[in-house]
């Protein structure tokens, strides 16, 4: 039925297969919507955030995105601006990662704000002081620029192609990628580098604060950093599971080896300036402040907020993945290797999570107590949301786009078409 | 608008805990002033709206050597390091403003546009959001002052040292041809009402000012309270509030900077 | 070789024969949908946009000014505690107008259905600001000794109450946004937004108190 | 030409280009954000011209002048008004929340009669006319002394209205609500012969001794006693506070001594005895302006020895020693008692022994004493034509015994009438009049004040509120809100001087409502005859100008008027001196420490209730506002959470937020436990003032009223109410 659609030399499921598939998602989805809708019409009562968690899990949700997301902008640097050619065959799903995942971010971002009508006053009334005035206007521009990318991936659909038109804007396009390959690498440089400031700069709040450089804290250049180690490790995560769901191998070894071991190097370079904040702030910028390390990490209901976290943020999911992603024994190993990605991933989503609730979780006035929070359903909703448009993006991108160019060598049809 | 003055001042606060007696007054007081909302269910803390609040501080020891003290605790206006108090410079939308003519931290709720990044910002629990529309049941809004705009639901409010009554303490010294406001002229409804006289109000810049008298603010180290008797809540942060405490009890004074041992005084939800 | 070649030029010419009709239906859909839209926006939008209501009583600012002694501020004036009365009450009329004065039927109609049923006039104000403004009146005419026209313009000339269009969607006055809809102004009294206040405030001889804008603090004119 | 998809597409890229340079998206971003900052759901307070209205506060006996902020005809704050010789600008928390009471939604908006279970609306000319034919039926049937009023005070024009309507109606039974201003006046009248109510010159005592009485919480005159508190302490004054729970005043005492509840009255005794052992009381005072020394002697004689006195209230001896060499060392010390806010019933015994206490260092009607303030005598109406029946009727005993039946002290002993109206075959009282009282909420054992009022065949509620005795009514008149009317307030309590203080209407009456003193009037006039006559005023402010005559202007002017040169008068014993041997006196059964009721094996914890400046605990209910301000160690949602002691709580196997229940011989209630260092183990602590059945959903249904879960205890002797407490258990719900 839409076999027209399909891109020449490859094999997708039946329409109906693929019909029934969109439904479930899309159940998902319609459920994500109404909890949205519940958001805007009855305001922010339906989640339970409160005034000691201003921010809670989409905020989280947020970083984790984008920092995921940044899978397209640094593959897009080494591969227009460090010429690393052979990217050039993940660097579509790359891109197709990023756009999910910076529009996602928007449209948490859209659902979290309590007067969604006034958004658009951190663009008119700008403060240009604000961490968050830097993030929403990176964050915008670069999604823009992820769209440029994307489009041109678009224009590839065999129907759209044909159009003689669109076929040399694609081409004219890619021309001028690397561009929006450097453009999109300074905006995410600066956008991932404000978030990380967004809990940096909060001298009220001494878990989050660090010292830095000029008006940049630490975790500014850390937020940049952990991105582009981690974004690449998403973009393979990705990738495998895509591999997996498709029953089909779709990048080749070589390519998705060079992109490990370079996620690796800055996996490993990045845990240890991580170490060397995490014990500076620990030894000199918390206790300046009145708070010893154990303050933050100790007396609190359950322990959802002990040591472990550190550890396992630092170690398990640092430390381990970086090792095991440099070690080209263990990195060539395929199940190892996605096990490093994986681990690498949750290391990033770890962080995020710390830099955002335990920022609040810990009491700083010496006679208030740790902060506890669950989400709401609503909230979960609308967090699950974005991941199911994920899918069904990734569907249809997959089912109708060339978007990996080495499926048709690795995965023949006999007779071809 | 101090044209050609160019002196600033410096609104503070100074609360006497000795004299505190926990009563409530002052929050009630300023809620009546500010048209604060209330609901059917306002015991969950985190999401009642309460510009002033008082806490109860004890001293983590058992019956019978067990000590309480009282803490109301106003927005704090922190002036930070120049106006940069840790809310103002995050706000994205210029929602909020240290104003360097009288120190405080204002906060314009239909500038706000609920990101919430400033309670975020805030040691204090100072800021809240408005979870729910505000109802006032019938009739009763009509108690509302139209001093005050009364705020819609998903924007952040707190305390602004009941601007307004500068604004019309002004009006009427301009009538009277003045620029300059009297010692108490402009007071806060917490300081006006506290029935056990706790809460001093003044201009801390202002050496004939009983808050500059008592507080004793070294300019030169932070404003940093010179009275022995006086500290700031988290002093360490450098946060540079304006809101002075005195207290002849020195647990009472180390707590309210973190050099006492923690000790779980209140449950949270 | 030559067959491809008359192929593409045969296809190219039907193509382009087939184009060339359709271009000029495109470029005229195009020009209706651009000439609509702009009809839509600029003329029908601020019909829609704007209701159009009557005051309840004619007023005649001119022939009142004749009459009082103090110019605007003899029913326009500031109560002892600096606030600013604003539009005057009934009990201010009344000292004047117990019975009717002459004919005027819009006289007589304030006499019959306000001053004798002691019930206030709801005016429409012009220049209503929304409840998070903070205007202090004392602040420009005593202060800064400005005059009610720079502002508010020459409505104490006027010798009838103009039409009141209110916003649909905010309630305001049009007076607010101003009579463009572009929100050009050409005399000082042309708008009454945010920016036309600090027009003013941002000028030298207003002390900057913010420290976000460099300009004047926000609870100037806010509450 | 032909018209295809591109062609609309065309139009489309062409519309949008078009709209993209017209104000229209611009113009709607715009108004739509203006529009989200003024939902029009969302209220915007008209302005207007702002206004201060003096008067003076009627939420409580405290008297403390206010100045009530008006824009237009609203009233929009309540604020303390300066230099008020009360309160001088500040406000308690329920007074700065009382434009809410104002315009509360339980207000009754005009006159309601009971249909078959349901409220009618009715006029006020036809439930006058109904209700007058009823008094007139049980007056021709001769049973005028059926007809009983119950009311918070019995000073003013108000109450001496409804004092005077009774008496020419020709019933005794007028009741006042009991609190331990029962036991005050009656321990001045016993000792120094005085009718008076007793002032405490806190401000310029150096030492004061507080037997559980909540100084800042509530007690007397609330911003007063706070203001008083801060100047004695500023002048190097000390306050040791006895008490089993550390509530804020014993928090913010110099001392706390944890006594077990019910023994301060035996304390009181043990001080007295160190005092006199070791001859540290003020002997000129003992000598020259008392008798009966020696009778005192006996009384605290050997069996309340410091280490007699240690085992019953818990304290050790030295600390018993040490604590009555400060206070008699002082110079002017001061002993206070009155559980929590001073308006709770109390024994006659326990503020004998204190004010005994006061009498050992002489600190009697002197400065930083206990100062015998006289009754009001501004009212000086011509006295009543009585008919026959009338002067019959009150000649009849009183229905509660008080001043007969072994209760010759006694006044009102509103707290045996509900036994009384049950006991026989006939109930007794007939018809009943409330105002400015809450008895179904606030008499101890709520359950068995309900049956008693269900006896009663016409019940006439005067409450301008909803409340649970309006609840239970036949008739609600509803009478004007505080802020509404003229009231005159005749003395400020715990005020060590006399002042009189007038409420003025700050706005209109808003609804169809009738001040008490106008219902009166007419409901007097609708009766004719001798009533009418004696009640010749023309409304009840004609009555109250004429009455207060000169002062008039003054009141209406500053709100107040105070007797600067106050001195207090001489002892009026037979002796001329204070008597600590009066005849009366030797009547009284020795003192014993009150013991709660209920069994100890079934019941082993005691529960007290406390009181807290952020609850009304009496006749009105607690606005919004002061239920927002509770602090969450007191209420979560709608339950109420019980102090407990660690300890106690450990034994009990609970912990920080466990659900319970709570049971009493009276009822069980389901709580929270909070743990509290600050309170003896065995306890349980409760406030008063929540648990409200009737009133709106800020107040109704949250937590649990102590009155329903306590029993009334009489003081022997006296008959007052003594309770302070039940005995409870505490059980993992």
Request: proline share 6%; charged share 20%; aromatic share 10%.
């Amino acid at each position: 039925m839409d076999s027209a659609l399909i891109p020449k030399g490859v094999k997708r499921c039946s329409i109906g297969q693929f019909a029934l598939w969109i439904a479930v998602v899309g159940a998902v989805l319609l459920w994500g919507v109404w909890a949205m809708l519940l958001c805007y019409f009855r305001g922010l009562n339906q989640t339970n955030m409160n005034n000691a968690y201003g921010f809670a899990l989409w905020i989280w949700a947020d970083l984790a995105v984008i920092a995921l997301g940044g899978g397209a902008f640094f593959t897009g640097l080494l591969r227009y601006i460090f010429g690393k050619d052979e990217l050039k065959h993940i660097i579509n799903y790359a891109v197709l990662i990023g756009f999910i995942c910076y529009s996602s971010a928007l449209l948490i971002l859209a659902i979290d704000v309590g007067q969604p009508l006034r958004a658009w006053f951190i663009f008119w009334h700008a403060n240009v002081h604000s961490m968050l005035t830097e993030v929403a206007f990176c964050l915008t521009c670069y999604f823009g620029v992820l769209t440029i990318e994307y489009v041109p991936l678009v224009l590839e659909n065999r129907q759209i192609d044909r159009l003689p038109f669109f076929h040399n804007l694609t081409h004219n396009m890619h021309g001028i990628m690397a561009l929006f390959a450097a453009t999109g690498a300074f905006l995410s440089f600066f956008h991932q580098g404000s978030l990380g400031g967004v809990s940096g700069v909060l001298y009220g709040r001494p878990f989050g604060f660090r010292t830095g450089l000029l008006v940049w804290p630490w975790t500014f250049f850390l937020y940049t950093w952990s991105a582009a180690a981690c974004g690449p490790c998403f973009t393979l995560f990705i990738t495998r599971i895509t591999e997996m769901a498709t029953c089909k191998k779709l990048v080749k070894d070589s390519v998705v080896e060079l992109l490990a071991k370079i996620a690796g190097w800055m996996l490993l370079t990045y845990i240890v300036a991580k170490i060397i904040d995490t014990v500076y702030w620990a030894a000199v910028t918390a206790p300046a402040m009145g708070l010893t390390l154990m303050d933050f990490y100790s007396n609190n209901p359950g322990s959802a907020y002990g040591l472990w976290i550190l550890i396992a943020e630092v170690g398990v999911c640092g430390v381990l993945p970086a090792v095991m992603l440099v070690a080209p024994g263990i990195r060539s190993n395929p199940s190892m290797r996605f096990i490093a990605v994986t681990l690498a991933v949750i290391g990033a989503c770890l962080n995020r999570w710390v830099m955002v609730l335990q920022v609040q979780a810990v009491p700083v006035l010496p006679f208030e107590g740790w902060f506890g929070y669950m989400p709401s359903w609503q909230e979960i909703a609308t967090t699950i949301l974005p991941v199911a448009y994920g899918i069904i993006l990734i569907s249809l991108s997959y089912r109708y786009l060339p978007v990996f160019p080495q499926e048709q060598e690795l995965n023949p049809i006999e007779g071809g078409k | 608008m101090d044209q050609q003055n160019g002196n600033t001042k410096k609104y503070g606060m100074v609360i006497d805990l000795d004299k505190c007696t926990g009563c409530g007054a002052c929050m009630v007081a300023c809620m009546a002033e500010n048209n604060v909302p209330f609901r059917e269910d306002d015991t969950d803390k985190l999401l009642s709206v309460s510009w002033m609040r008082v806490y109860r501080l004890g001293n983590g020891k058992p019956f019978p050597q067990v000590e309480e003290c009282y803490l109301p605790r106003p927005c704090q206006q922190c002036e930070g390091h120049a106006g940069h108090s840790p809310c103002v410079s995050v706000c994205p939308a210029t929602a909020t403003d240290y104003d360097m003519r009288t120190g405080i931290v204002s906060q314009i709720p239909t500038r706000c546009f609920g990101c919430r990044y400033c309670m975020a910002a805030c040691p204090y629990h100072v800021r809240q959001f408005n979870w729910w529309d505000p109802i006032w049941p019938d009739g009763m809004e009509r108690m509302l002052n139209p001093n005050v705009s009364v705020r819609m639901r998903g924007v952040v409010e707190k305390c602004g040292f009941c601007f307004h009554r500068y604004q019309l303490a002004t009006d009427k010294a301009y009538l009277d041809g003045r620029r300059e406001l009297e010692e108490g002229e402009y007071q806060t409804a917490c300081a006006q009402a506290c029935p056990a006289g706790a809460i001093l109000f003044g201009d801390l810049n202002n050496p004939t000012h009983a808050v500059h008298k008592i507080a004793q603010p070294d300019s030169t180290h932070g404003g940093r309270p010179r009275n022995p008797k006086a500290f700031r809540l988290l002093e360490r942060l450098g946060t540079n509030p304006k809101v002075y405490y005195l207290s002849s009890k020195e647990w009472v004074r180390k707590a309210g900077d973190n050099q006492v041992q923690r000790t779980e005084q209140t449950p949270k939800a | 070789m030559e067959k491809p070649q008359v192929n593409v030029t045969s296809a190219a010419s039907g193509h382009g024969e087939k184009e060339e009709g359709a271009g000029g239906a495109v470029i005229l859909f195009f020009i209706l949908g651009l000439v609509g839209s702009l009809l839509v926006g600029w003329v029908l939008f601020p019909q829609l946009l704007y209701s159009k209501k009557r005051q309840p009583v004619d007023f005649n600012h001119d022939k009142h000014m004749e009459l009082v002694s103090d110019g605007c501020e003899s029913c326009h004036f500031f109560r002892p505690d600096g606030t600013y009365s604003g539009v005057p009450q009934l009990a201010q009329c009344i000292q004047c107008h117990e019975e009717p004065n002459g004919e005027d039927p819009e006289e007589v109609k304030f006499v019959e259905e306000y001053v004798k049923k002691e019930r206030e006039v709801p005016w429409l104000v012009y220049s209503r600001q929304p409840a998070c403004v903070f205007f202090s009146h004392a602040a420009h005419v005593k202060m800064a000794k400005m005059d009610c026209v720079t502002c508010h313009g020459p409505i104490g000339e006027s010798t009838s109450l103009k039409v009141y269009q209110a916003n649909r969607i905010t309630g305001y006055s049009r007076d607010i946004w101003g009579e463009n809809m572009l929100g050009v102004k050409r005399k000082s009294w042309d708008r009454m937004k945010m920016d036309d206040c600090a027009e003013c405030h941002a000028g030298a001889h207003v002390n900057p108190g913010s420290v976000q804008t460099q300009k004047d603090g926000c609870f100037v004119c806010h509450k | 030409m032909k018209i295809d998809r591109r062609c609309f597409l065309s139009f489309i890229v062409g519309g949008a280009a078009g709209t993209a340079l017209s104000p229209l998206p611009w113009k709607i971003t715009d108004d739509l954000s203006i529009w989200s900052q003024n939902w029009p759901w969302t209220p915007v307070p008209p302005a207007g011209e702002t206004s201060f209205v003096t008067s003076t506060c009627t939420l409580c006996p405290g008297g403390c002048g206010i100045s009530v902020r008006k824009v237009d005809e609203r009233a929009v704050k309540v604020e303390g008004l300066k230099g008020h010789p009360v309160n001088d600008g500040g406000l308690c928390i329920l007074g700065l929340a009382a434009a809410q009471l104002l315009y509360a939604p339980t207000r009754v908006r005009g006159p309601l009669k009971k249909v078959d279970g349901a409220w009618r609306e009715i006029s006020w000319a036809d439930a006058i006319k109904e209700i007058a034919a009823k008094l007139a039926d049980l007056r021709a049937k001769g049973q005028p002394q059926s007809v009983a009023w119950i009311s918070e005070s019995d000073r003013g024009t108000t109450a001496e209205l409804c004092k005077r309507f009774l008496t020419v109606y020709g019933s005794p039974n007028y009741f006042r609500t009991p609190s331990i201003q029962d036991a005050y006046e009656t321990a001045l009248y016993l000792t120094q012969g005085q009718r008076a109510m007793a002032g405490f010159d806190v401000a310029q005592a150096d030492f004061v001794l507080s037997f559980s009485s909540g100084l800042i919480e509530g007690w007397g005159s609330p911003a007063y006693m706070f203001r008083a508190r801060n100047a004695m302490r500023q002048n190097g004054g000390r306050i040791s506070q006895v008490e089993p729970r550390l509530s804020k005043t014993a928090a913010k005492a110099d001392q706390w001594v944890p006594i077990k509840p019910g023994t301060e009255g035996a304390l009181a005794l043990g001080l007295v005895h160190v005092i006199i052992a070791e001859g540290l009381y003020r002997k000129n005072f003992i000598d020259s302006r008392s008798t009966g020394f020696d009778a005192l002697k006996q009384i605290a004689g050997a069996s309340y020895a410091p280490e007699a006195v240690s085992r019953l209230t818990g304290i050790e001896a030295k600390t018993i020693v040490d604590l009555a060499k400060a206070f008699a060392g002082a110079k002017k010390p001061l002993a206070v008692c009155g559980r929590g806010s001073g308006r709770i019933p109390g024994g006659l015994q326990e503020v004998l022994a204190v004010h005994c206490l006061n009498a050992l260092t002489g600190s009697i009607n002197q400065p930083g004493g206990v100062i015998a303030v006289p009754e009001p005598e501004y009212i000086d109406w011509p006295e009543p034509e009585m008919d026959a029946v009338a002067s019959r009727g009150v000649q009849q005993p009183r229905l509660d015994g008080a001043g007969r039946d072994g209760f010759p002290l006694a006044r009102y002993l509103l707290n045996r009438l509900p036994e009384a109206q049950t006991a026989g075959a006939s109930a007794p009282v007939q018809a009943l009049f409330v105002s400015g009282a809450n008895p179904v909420y606030s008499l101890a054992d709520t359950q068995a004040v309900a049956k008693a009022f269900s006896k009663v065949p016409l019940i006439v509620s005067l409450s301008s509120y909803m409340d649970e005795t309006a609840a239970m009514a036949h008739y609600i008149l509803p009478s004007h809100a505080h802020l509404e009317r003229y009231e005159d307030v005749p003395a400020a309590l715990g005020f060590p001087k006399p002042i009189l203080g007038l409420s003025k209407p700050a706005v209109k009456p808003a609804f169809k409502t009738k001040y008490v003193g106008d219902m009166v009037i007419a409901l007097a006039k609708a009766m004719g005859g001798p009533v009418a006559e004696a009640f010749g005023w023309e409304s009840y402010e004609a009555c109250l100008k004429q009455t207060l005559g000169n002062a008039w202007d003054t009141l209406v002017k500053n709100g107040y008027v105070v007797d600067a040169k106050f001195k207090p008068g001489e002892f009026e014993t037979p002796s001329q001196k204070f008597e600590f041997n009066n005849p009366a006196l030797a009547k009284l059964p020795a003192y014993a420490a009150q013991r709660a009721p209920g069994d100890e094996k079934s019941f082993p914890l005691t529960l007290i209730p406390y009181d807290t400046m952020r609850l009304a605990s009496g006749p009105i209910g607690s606005p919004p506002f002061l239920v927002k301000a509770l602090e969450e160690t007191v209420l979560q949602q709608n339950t109420a959470l019980v102090d407990v002691n660690p300890a106690t709580a450990k034994d009990l196997g609970l912990s920080e937020g466990s659900a319970a229940v709570l049971s009493t011989p009276k009822g069980s209630a389901r709580v929270k436990v909070h743990l509290f260092d600050g309170i003896m183990p065995g306890l349980v602590a409760l406030p008063r003032g929540l648990g409200h059945t009737a009133y709106d959903k800020y107040l109704a249904g949250k937590g649990v009223n102590t009155n329903a879960l306590i029993s009334p205890v009489e003081d022997p002797g006296s008959g007052f109410e003594a309770g302070w407490g039940i005995r409870a258990n505490l059980t993992r719900a």
